[in-house]
């Protein structure tokens, strides 16, 4: 947990059924975008070199050998902030994500005020989008809170919404809604927003159709969604254009991601193996 950071200190955290499992995580390469722009090879990962603190674990070591799309949380820190980099700097300032974890410690009532007292610091009623990823019950899905500032416009398109991004619908993610529901309240009480019966009353949690996961690489698709959010220029832009995570072009690159954690993934653990 931060002390004087709004960062959490790296950390594993296991949130599947058995105990020798990693949450899965993920990470970006930034390719070729469907407007035609370029950017730049992901370098973050290929070239980050393995922490120690993480201490080889020979049950999680054999099952990662056989799904390498299930990754811990430390490899996830390294993925936001290589997504990160994808943002054009004049619109740096429209975006903000938070720590992967804080909505898991904001759960924990001891923790809560500290919780909010970082996203407080994110400012998020300035932003255009602000993502929130979600991990529970070995899965991953984002949150993603969307002109939280427009409040002239409450209750319709251009005002604040609330989107939960699920790639794995069989999951039933409508049972995050309650505390979803009850995290923004007391975003909005903290922020002391005159606004808050309006938020209550007229924004609702949506869950609309992305595309869906075929194995257990639900991290790699949060990580790509968040991705076409600071890419794709339509999309940014209206709401309405969620079938662009759809197009194949853009699809490609949920696969480079794919392969830049794999490559990284055995980087690491040659390096644990030494």
Not at 102 to 124: G, H, P, Q
Not at 207 to 231: H, R, T
Request: aromatic content about 10%; charged content about 30%; proline content about 4%.
């Amino acid at each position: 947990m931060p002390q004087t950071s709004s960062r959490c200190d790296p950390k594993i955290v296991n949130l599947d059924s058995d105990d020798d499992d990693n949450v899965d995580v993920c990470q970006n390469k930034r390719s070729q975008t469907s407007r035609g722009q370029e950017a730049k090879t992901s370098r973050a990962l290929k070239n980050a070199s393995p922490s120690l603190h993480l201490p080889p674990n020979k049950r999680s070591s054999k099952r990662h050998k056989t799904n390498k799309d299930k990754l811990d949380t430390e490899i996830f820190e390294l993925c936001m902030e290589d997504v990160w980099t994808c943002i054009d700097l004049e619109k740096m300032s429209d975006y903000a994500y938070f720590d992967l974890l804080w909505f898991n410690i904001y759960t924990n009532e001891n923790d809560k005020s500290n919780v909010l007292r970082w996203i407080k610091a994110k400012k998020i009623f300035t932003r255009r989008y602000v993502f929130v990823p979600i991990v529970g019950w070995g899965h991953w899905s984002v949150l993603v809170l969307c002109n939280f500032g427009e409040t002239k416009y409450l209750g319709t398109e251009k005002g604040p919404r609330m989107l939960l991004l699920d790639s794995l619908k069989t999951t039933k993610p409508t049972r995050l809604r309650a505390a979803i529901n009850r995290f923004v309240v007391d975003i909005l009480k903290n922020e002391e927003r005159e606004e808050l019966e309006q938020f209550i009353n007229e924004v609702e949690l949506e869950i609309p159709e992305v595309p869906q996961q075929s194995g257990d690489d639900c991290g790699i698709y949060v990580l790509y969604f968040i991705y076409c959010f600071l890419v794709i220029e339509e999309m940014g832009e209206d709401l309405s254009k969620l079938d662009a995570l759809f197009d194949p072009e853009e699809l490609k690159n949920l696969e480079d991601i794919r392969n830049d954690i794999h490559a990284y993934r055995e980087k690491r653990d040659a390096k644990i193996a030494e």
